[in-house]
Nanobody, 119 residues
Framework: QVQLVESGGGLVQAGGSLRLSCAAS????????MGWFRQAPGKEREIVTS????????YYADSVKGRFTISTDNAKNTVYLQMNSLKPEDTAVYYC????????????WGQGTQVTVSS
């Protein structure tokens, strides 16, 4: 099993920044993809960004391109989401998740961390 624990959420004013962290522990995979998702009240969960363990090109949703950055620290088994120029519409519960290479679904999820952006 894999355990994912997010941290770093909170309340911030529009235009501000937050950095989310997701620490992974448990079973180790050599090839996998880490993703950040979010779910706002009354809306479906959506993918925000993802990156493979080896780094490389990350995927970003159009709504966050140029504002959010995903990064990894493999030595710490941690993935980060740097969020800049935050907008009220970024308010959501943010989840990190892990998908093994070749799998179509993210099998492992964190508990989520709340991000609230005030106008």
């Amino acid at each position: 099993q894999v355990q994912l624990v997010e941290s770093g959420g909170g309340l911030v004013q529009a235009g501000g920044s937050l950095r989310l962290s997701c620490a992974a522990s448990g079973r180790a995979f050599s090839r996998f993809v880490m993703g950040w998702f979010r779910q706002a009240p009354g809306k479906e969960r959506e993918i925000v960004t993802s990156i493979s363990r080896s780094g490389g090109t990350a995927y970003y949703a159009d709504s966050v391109k140029g504002r959010f950055t995903i990064s990894t620290d493999n030595a710490k088994n941690t993935v980060y989401l740097q969020m800049n120029s935050l907008k009220p519409e970024d308010t959501a519960v943010y989840y990190c998740a892990l998908r093994t290479m070749g799998a179509s679904e993210y099998a492992y999820w964190g508990q989520g961390t709340q991000v609230t952006v005030s106008s």
